[in-house]
């Protein structure tokens, strides 16, 4: 680890691998949170509001 | 001096006796503007509404627990001092817990922009709860700037000498002074956090007193008008 990142280069686009990999795993992250079941959530019949 | 004019009423507007003496002065006027806009039952609710059962809606609430976590392992870190978090095992963990969870914060924060912004979450009255969160991700971006600065190792040495030029050259080097430490550590551990901690604590109470916005696909029933507190 004590050394300079690697880093990839498209273009005008510069950018280490560690920062893609991060970026990546947080578009992930957010799809999974869109599809994924959320636990203890129980819908009260009739109602969807909070009052 | 009589005691007529003793008695006489004190010069100033007369107060309004419809209202109870106890209800007049600006005390009353900020208690019944609080209770209006904010009462506990929606500031500490029992009740959510269903599109809540989500993982994006924990975006945000993950950024507070981080932020928490920031601000313990911050004020240890401040009690015992840079030799200290270099030097020693439990110096280097709590530094490591500092740095971790502002990159957790960072992470969750970013994640609950997105999901913000493609919810249209400034809907139905929510623009400055919209605006308070992208003021706390620009200050947050500076706090955690002035932390990279103060680290007191060649990795802060080479930021700051970076960075010298380019706030130079946005004309505000002598202000703000990358290359002086004492400037950089106060404003790291005071100013900063305590910016911050006001406007999450701010942007909780605008989220409280509106409620969390719904769903674009979800209908807003007519009895609930736009920008209507609730």
Redesign the interface.
């Known amino acids: 680890m004590n050394e300079p990142a690697p880093y990839l280069h498209w273009g005008f686009i510069l950018i280490s691998l560690p920062n893609l990999v ?1 970026i990546g795993v ?1 578009v992930l ?2 799809i ?3 599809f ?1 079941p ?1 636990p203890g ?1 129980k ?2 019949s009739g ?5 | 001096m009589t005691s007529d004019a003793m008695s006489e009423s004190p010069p100033g507007p007369r107060p309004d006796p419809a209202k109870a003496p106890d209800e007049a002065g600006w005390t009353a006027a900020v208690r019944n503007r609080v209770e209006q806009t904010l009462p506990l039952t929606e500031l500490l609710p029992t009740k959510q509404p269903a599109y809540i059962g989500s993982w994006v809606y924990s975006f945000g609430v993950i950024c507070i627990a981080a932020l928490v976590w920031v601000v313990v392992s911050g004020v240890v870190l401040a009690f015992f001092g840079s030799a200290w978090w270099h030097i020693s095992a439990v110096g280097h963990f709590f530094n490591s817990v500092h740095f971790w969870s502002v990159q957790m914060f960072f992470i969750f924060l970013v994640l609950h922009l997105w999901g913000q912004y493609w919810g249209a979450g400034w809907r139905d009255g929510r623009a400055t709860t919209w605006m308070v969160g992208v003021v706390i991700f620009l200050v947050s971006v500076v706090t955690a700037f002035t932390g990279y600065l103060i680290q007191q190792n060649f990795d802060s040495q080479w930021i700051a000498i970076n960075a010298k030029d380019g706030i130079n050259s946005t004309g505000l080097g002598g202000l703000f002074n990358v290359l002086n430490f004492g400037q950089q550590y106060g404003l790291h551990v005071m100013l900063f956090p305590i910016a911050v901690t006001l406007l999450v604590v701010l942007h909780i109470i605008q989220v409280r007193s509106r409620g969390v916005v719904r769903p674009i696909d979800d209908p807003m029933p007519a009895s609930d008008s736009a920008g209507a507190l609730r």
């Open positions: 991060l947080m992250l957010f999974v949170a869109l994924a959320f959530h819908r009260i109602h969807t509001d909070d009052e």
